[in-house]
C-alpha cells in the first residue's frame, strides 16, 4: 500500500524544521552581533584599531 | 548532511535509519560540551575586563560549538574501536544511526564555523586558540596519542583544559597567569579523573587494545600514577588564591577538596587489585565521582569570588 507520507518522510520534515530553526537562530546571532560590534564601536576585526565615530 | 557522504568504506556498516537531529547533535558529545560551556564561562566572567553580555553568550556558544566539531571528528575516527567498547556502543555511528562520512563533515563544517564566529565576536586570538585546541584534540590526542602511548590522557588532557584559556583570552584578548593556572587546574586533573575510571572500566579498554596505563602498566602503577598527579593538583589549585581571581570561596573551596581528594587518592593507592575487586571498586568510584566535583567546586568558586568582587566585597588577598 502506498501512503502520501511515511515515518521516513516525519523523520525529514523534523530535521529540517530543526535545521530551519538552527538557521534563523544563526542569522539572529550574527545580526545582534553586528548591533553590539557596531553600536559599542569595538574592534570587528580584532585589529586594534576601534571606530571612535560609532559612540558619537 | 542527508544523501552525500564524504567518507566511505567497504567495512563501513551503512545507517539503518533515517537520521534525526538529534543523532548529530549526539555526534557533539553534549556532556562534554556542558564542562566546556562550563569552564569557558567562569574563565570569561573572572577576567578583569568586562564583556558585553551578547558577547560573553555567543562566544561561549562557538566555543561549545567548536568542543561539539572536536567530538563529531574524534567519533569519526574512533568508530572502529567505539564499535567495541561497551561504554560507547551506543554512539551515533556504532549504533548505525549516522554515517562516519557525515561525522566527518559536520566536524570540519563545525570546526571552521565555529573558530570564523569567535575571531569574529571577540579577537583573532582567541578564535586560534579555539583552532588549536580542536587540532590538539583530533590530530594530537585522537589520532596520534591515544592508541600509541599510556600516557594519551595526560597529554590528550589539555585539549580539555584550553576552554577557560579561550574564555579569558575572549575578554583579555591574551594569556596570564591566571589563565596558565587555570589551564594547569584541568589538565593535572584529568590523569587521576580519567585513571581511576580506568581502574574499574579495564575490560573496555583491554579489548580496544587502548594503551591505556592500567593496560600496559598494571593497576599498582596506576594508583601511584594517581596518587602522584593528586599532590602536583593540590598545588596547583592553592596556587590560583594567590592570584588576581582568588578569594575567600576559592580558598575554603580548595581546602577542603583537595583535603578529600588527597585522602581519596591515599585510599586508592593503598588499595590492592583483589581489595577493589572484593568491593567492586567502591573506593575507585567514589574517588571518580569525586574528581568531577572536585573541578565543578572550583570553577563555581572562581565565580563566588567574581561576583564578590564585583559588588566591592572582596579585594584581593594582595
Known amino acids: 500500500m502506498i501512503r502520501a507520507t511515511h515515518e521516513l518522510h516525519d523523520r525529514r520534515r523534523g530535521r529540517n524544521f530543526g535545521l530551519g530553526l538552527i538557521l534563523m537562530a544563526f542569522v539572529g546571532i550574527v545580526f545582534g552581533m553586528t548591533i553590539v560590534k557596531v553600536g559599542g564601536g569595538q574592534d570587528v576585526l580584532g585589529t586594534g584599531m576601534v571606530n571612535t565615530e560609532a559612540g558619537q | ?318
Not at chain 2, 561497551?86 to 556504532?94: C, D, E, F, V, Y
Not at chain 2, 583552532?131 to 599510556?150: C, D, G, S
Request: glycine share 8%; charged share 15%; net charge positive.
Open chain 2, 1 to 318: 548532511m542527508t544523501d552525500t557522504s564524504l567518507h566511505t568504506s567497504a567495512q563501513e556498516p551503512s545507517r539503518s535509519t533515517e537520521p534525526e537531529l538529534k543523532d548529530y547533535f549526539a555526534l557533539l558529545k553534549p556532556r562534554v560540551m556542558s564542562l566546556v560551556v562550563f569552564t569557558a564561562l567562569v574563565g570569561l566572567l573572572v577576567a578583569p575586563v568586562p564583556v558585553h553580555p551578547f558577547i560573553v553568550f555567543t562566544s561561549v556558544l562557538f566555543i561549545a560549538i567548536g568542543g561539539g566539531a572536536s567530538g563529531a571528528l574524534n567519533m569519526w575516527w574512533d568508530a572502529d574501536i567505539d564499535r567495541i567498547m561497551r561504554r560507547t556502543q551506543k554512539r551515533p555511528i556504532p549504533a548505525g544511526k549516522v554515517n562516519a562520512g557525515e561525522a566527518l563533515g559536520l566536524g570540519l563544517a563545525l570546526s571552521g564555523l565555529s573558530v570564523m564566529m569567535l575571531a569574529l565576536a571577540s579577537n583573532i586570538f582567541a578564535g586560534a586558540l579555539l583552532a588549536f585546541t580542536i587540532f590538539f584534540y583530533v590530530v594530537i590526542y585522537t589520532m596520534w596519542l591515544k592508541r600509541w602511548t599510556p600516557q594519551n590522557i595526560v597529554i590528550g588532557g589539555a585539549a580539555g583544559a584550553f576552554p577557560p584559556m579561550i574564555g579569558w583570552a575572549v575578554a583579555t584578548g591574551g594569556v596570564s597567569i591566571e589563565s596558565v593556572l587555570m589551564f594547569s587546574l584541568i589538565f593535572i586533573w584529568t590523569p587521576p579523573h580519567f585513571w581511576s575510571l580506568a581502574l574499574f572500566m579495564k575490560s573496555d579498554y583491554d579489548e580496544a587494545k587502548v594503551p591505556m596505563l592500567t593496560v600496559t602498566h598494571g593497576h599498582d602503577a596506576t594508583r601511584r600514577h594517581i596518587l602522584g598527579y593528586t599532590i602536583l593538583l593540590a598545588a596547583c589549585s592553592l596556587g590560583l588564591v594567590f592570584t588576581s581571581i582568588g578569594g575567600p570561596a576559592y580558598l575554603a573551596t580548595a581546602l577542603v577538596m583537595n583535603f578529600r581528594f588527597l585522602v581519596g587518592a591515599w585510599k586508592v593507592f593503598k588499595r590492592s587489585t583483589a581489595q577493589a575487586e572484593a568491593d567492586a571498586d567502591g573506593e575507585e568510584k567514589r574517588f571518580f565521582k569525586l574528581s568531577l566535583w572536585y573541578l565543578f567546586l572550583h570553577f563555581t568558586a572562581l565565580l563566588v569570588d567574581a561576583a564578590l568582587r564585583g559588588l566591592g566585597l572582596w579585594g584581593g588577598f594582595a
